[in-house]
């Protein structure tokens, strides 16, 4: 059995670290959103599929699939459709902290 737990809690702390650690390692004038894009990409909850699966499973997808659907994304494959729904669930999430960083700012 494997220690791997994740909620939408989890979630969000995730989306928090990826996005701190991509502005506190971004060089002046670097495209942060393509930083997220690649960040998430390469995740771990992403291009693994047993955690992508998790992930679908025990957190709120709902922004993920609606960024799959409006991508027009489809696919054949149970483990292609949920990395495409883990990937764009986490990438919702670090763009909505970022949002929240900068209208703080």
């Known amino acids: 059995m494997s220690d791997f737990v994740i909620n939408d809690y989890f979630l969000h702390q995730e989306a928090r ?25 390469g995740h771990e909850w992403v291009i693994y599929t047993y955690k992508a699966l998790k992930l679908c499973a025990e957190c709120n997808t709902t922004d993920g699939e609606a960024m799959l659907e409006d991508a027009g994304q489809n696919f054949t494959s149970l483990s292609d459709h949920v990395t495409a729904v883990a990937y764009w669930t986490l990438y919702v999430a670090c763009r909505d902290y970022l949002n929240e960083l900068e209208e703080a700012a």
Do not use: H, T
């Open 17 to 41: 670290a990826i996005v701190d650690e991509i502005l506190s390692q971004a060089d002046e004038g670097q495209d942060i959103e393509e930083l997220i894009w690649q960040a998430v990409d």
